[in-house]
């Protein structure tokens, strides 16, 4: 299994950016999608999930209204749209994939992918 996240870079406070996550090896529509960040000195966190078989949506109460997720089974992919940043949304974020109906935290989650750096300047 793998999952190749991309679309990470420097962006301004108040801009977009679109993280786009690839899967393959894996049922891709059997699988509940996540992202998580983890800034320096700090856990990783929870940012939002796209759960496989109800199709739902959930996110940290800190990303609500400014983040959105969402996936495209026929091209195995997640996003991560990102919209209004802050300088306290500088993190690595990581997509994970998660062989049952909900998953909110990190044990639950089976694959990880490599993490892309995301840094919002003030």
């Known amino acids: 299994v793998q999952l190749q996240a991309s679309g990470g870079g420097l962006v301004q406070a108040g801009g977009s950016l679109r993280l786009s996550c690839a899967a393959s090896?894996?049922?891709?529509?059997?699988?509940?999608m996540g992202w998580f960040r983890q800034a320096p000195g700090k856990e990783r966190e929870f940012v939002a999930v796209?759960?496989?078989?109800?199709?739902?949506?959930y996110y940290a109460d800190s990303v609500k209204g400014r983040f959105t997720i969402s996936r495209d089974n026929a091209k195995n992919t997640v996003y991560l749209q990102m919209d209004s940043l802050k300088p306290e949304d500088t993190a690595i974020y990581y997509c994970?994939?998660?062989?049952?109906?909900?998953?909110?935290?990190?044990?639950?989650?089976?694959?990880w992918g490599q993490g892309t750096q995301v840094t919002v300047s003030s």
């Open positions: 090896g894996l049922t891709f529509r059997l699988y509940t």
């Open positions: 796209f759960t496989y078989r109800e199709r739902r949506t």
């Open positions: 994970a994939a998660a062989g049952r109906s909900r998953a909110f935290v990190l044990h639950e989650y089976d694959y």
